[in-house]
C-alpha cells in the first residue's frame, strides 16, 4: 500500500461525494478522465457523458461516509483505489453499503478517474 498515494487519491474520491461537487458539472468534468466508465452498484453501465448528466440531475443530495482507503500502483502512471462507503441517513444510520474500486491515470500531472465501480455489500459499518 502507498499511503501518501491513499491520501491525494482519497481526497480526490471524497471531492466526487460532495453534493456541491457533484452539481459542478466543470469540477467533476475535470476530475474524470475522458474516457471514464462506471459499473454502478446496480450493475449498470454509465458513460463519462451520463455520469455528468446524472449528477447535475440528482434532486436530493445525501450525505456519503467513506473509510478503509487503500491505493495500489499497478503502472507508472495508473494506481487502484479501494475503499468501502454507505449513505448517512438524517438519524445517523447508514444504508447502501457498498465497497467501490477506482482506477485513477496521472494525466500531465493531475490524477483522473478513469474507471469506478460500486458492489452491493452487507452493512459494514
Do not use: C
Amino acid at each position: 500500500m502507498n499511503e501518501a498515494l491513499a491520501i491525494e487519491l482519497s481526497r480526490l474520491e471524497a471531492e466526487l461525494h460532495l453534493p456541491a461537487v457533484r452539481a459542478d458539472g466543470d469540477r467533476v468534468s475535470d476530475l474524470l478522465h475522458a474516457e471514464f466508465e462506471e459499473v454502478g452498484r446496480s450493475g449498470q453501465f454509465h458513460s463519462r457523458d451520463a455520469t455528468l448528466i446524472a449528477l447535475k440531475r440528482e434532486a436530493h443530495p445525501y450525505e456519503i461516509a467513506a473509510d478503509g482507503y487503500v491505493a495500489t500502483k499497478i503502472g507508472t502512471d495508473v494506481a487502484l483505489l479501494t475503499y468501502r462507503s454507505a449513505h448517512r441517513q438524517e438519524d445517523g444510520t447508514f444504508t447502501r453499503h457498498t465497497l467501490r474500486s477506482s482506477i485513477w491515470v496521472l494525466v500531465t500531472g493531475h490524477w483522473k478517474l478513469r474507471y469506478h465501480q460500486g458492489t452491493p455489500t452487507t452493512d459494514v459499518w
